[in-house]
C-alpha cells in the first residue's frame, strides 16, 4: 500500500478508507492506498500555510528554477507518465503520450503567461516609482479530474506556483497514482517542504479541504453539479477565489459545406476523441435538413463502424478505449435509454462490448424534433438534430445552459462571422474538432460552464491578484495646503 499523502515535505498514509484505482481496459490493480482523513488535511493545509510565507517571499527567478526543473523531470519520465495514465484511465498510449508532453510543455507556456499577466511594471515617477505589481492569493486546493488527470491539475499548480501560492492537492480518486507520481516530481525537483501538499480520497477528503479555515482559493476542473456547490458554499464570501471549469453540452453545427465526408470527420473527433471523455466535446450535431444533412450522417454511419476500439496498449493502436470505469459507462447506456424514451431514434446505438463492462461503442441518436434535458453525457454518445435555416441553427448551438466549446463546418466566410458573433462560448471553432485547444489560449466558458475565470494561458489571472504601489526611497515633508 503506498504512502497516500504527502504533507510537509513526509509521505504519510492518510489514515482513511482504502483506495484501490482499477485499470478500467482489464481489470489491473493500479495503486492502493488511503484517503486522507479530516485531521490528515487539516494538517495538509496547516503545512501549505506555514511554509507560504517563505515561498510568496522566494524570488520570481527561485520559483520559475524550480518549474522548470519539475518540467525537466516531467519530460525524461515521459514515457512512464504516458503509460501510467492509459492505466489508470484506459487512454490508448497515442493520446497519453501527448497528454505527457502537455505537461512538460506546460512550463514554457505558464512563465509566459505569468510574465505576460502578472508580470512587474515600473514606471518612474518624480517622487520615486508607482510600480505595478502581483502578489499571490495564498493557499490554493486543486481538484483534479479523471479524464487529463497529468494535464489538467498541472495547469492550475505550475502557474499557482510561479505567483507564490502554496498548495493543497486532491487528484480525482480513480486517478490517485498519476497524482502522487506528479507530486514525486515536484520532490526530485526541490520544492521545498509544504509548497506542495498531496491528500488523496473522494467527498469526505474534498469536503474537508473546503471547510479548511486556512483556504484561500478552490481550483477546480469537473461536472456542473459539483461545480455548482462549491460555487454555492461559497457564495458571499469574496477572500475565496474560485476558478471552476464544469464542462459543456457542446454543439457542433454543419452547414454550406461541400465536402460531406470531411464533416463526418470533424464529427467523429468532435464527438468520439478519449471515448467522449472530453468536457470540449461535441454532445449537438445540428444538420440542415433534406440531403446535405443526410449525406454527413450516412457518413458518419460508415465511419462509426469503422472505429477500432481496445485496451490501452492493443497494436494497432486503437482509435479510443474504454470509460474510466463500468460505472461510466452504464451512465452513458442509462442516459441513451432515457433519450430513448423520450423518442430519440437510434441510427447506431451504444453498446456494452465484450472487452469489457467500461467499454462502450460510439452512438449515435436522432432527437430531431425531441426535447431532450439539457445535460452533458460524458461519454461517446451523439444527438443528430435538423433546423431548417442558419438561424435556427445558431438558435439550436445556444440552446444550452453551458457555454464551454462550439464550432462551425462551412466554406462561407460570412456565416463563420455571424457565428463567431453569435455563438455563446469560450471556445469558438471553425473546420476544427470542437475540443481543438491550446495551453497558449483561454480555456473556459460562460454559464454553466464556469464561473468567468478560464484557465490554460489565462491561469496566470486567477492565482495572483494585481497591486498598485507608489514608492519615494526617502521620508519627505510632503506639502499640506494650510500647512
Known sequence: MAHSAFISGQWVSGGGADIVSINPADGETVWTGSGATPDSVRQAFAAARTAFEDWALTSYDERRAVVQAYGDIVKAEADHIAQLISR????????????????????????????????????????????????????????????????????????????????????????????????????????????????????????????????DG??????????????????GRTGIQLALEMGGNNPLVVWDAADAEAAARI??????????????????????????????????????????????NADPEPFMGPLVSAQAASHVLKAQDDLIALGAKPIVKSERMALGDAFVSPGLLDVDGVTTPDEEVFGPLLQVRRADSFEAALAEANNTAYGLSAGLVSDSETLWKRFWAGSRAGIVNRNRPTPGA??????????????????????????????????????????????
Open 267 to 312: 464529427a467523429v473527433l468532435s464527438s468520439y476523441i478519449t471515448a467522449g471523455q472530453r468536457c470540449s466535446c461535441a454532445r449537438r450535431l445540428i444538420l440542415p435538413q433534406g440531403q446535405a444533412g443526410d449525406q454527413v450522417v450516412d457518413h458518419l454511419v460508415e465511419m462509426i463502424k469503422k472505429l477500432s476500439v481496445n485496451v490501452w
Open 218 to 235: 478552490v481550483l477546480f476542473t469537473g461536472s456542473w453539479n459539483t461545480g455548482a456547490f462549491i460555487h454555492k458554499k461559497f457564495a
Open 438 to 483: 491550446a495551453s497558449s489560449m483561454p480555456f473556459g466558458g460562460p454559464g454553466q460552464s464556469g464561473n468567468l475565470r478560464p484557465s490554460a494561458y489565462y491561469a496566470a489571472d486567477y492565482v495572483a491578484y494585481p497591486v498598485a504601489t507608489q514608492a519615494a526611497s526617502t521620508v519627505e515633508k510632503m506639502p499640506v495646503k494650510g500647512l
Open 88 to 215: 489508470e484511465t484506459g487512454k490508448p498510449l497515442w493520446e497519453t503520450k501527448g497528454e505527457a508532453g502537455a505537461m512538460a510543455a506546460k512550463v514554457g507556456v505558464s512563465i509566459q503567461a505569468h510574465d505576460e499577466r502578472a508580470g512587474r511594471k515600473v514606471t518612474e515617477t518624480e517622487f520615486g516609482e508607482a510600480v505595478l505589481d502581483h502578489k499571490p492569493l495564498g493557499v490554493m486546493f486543486v481538484l483534479g479530474p479523471y479524464n487529463f488527470p497529468g494535464h489538467l491539475p498541472n495547469g492550475h499548480i505550475i502557474p499557482a506556483l510561479l505567483a507564490g501560492n502554496t498548495i493543497v492537492f486532491k487528484p480525482s480518486e480513480l486517478t490517485p497514482a498519476v497524482g502522487e507520481f506528479m507530486v514525486q516530481c515536484w520532490e526530485k525537483a526541490g520544492l521545498p517542504a509544504g509548497v506542495l501538499n498531496l491528500v488523496q480520497g473522494a467527498r469526505e477528503t474534498g469536503a474537508a479541504a473546503l471547510d479548511d479555515p486556512d483556504l
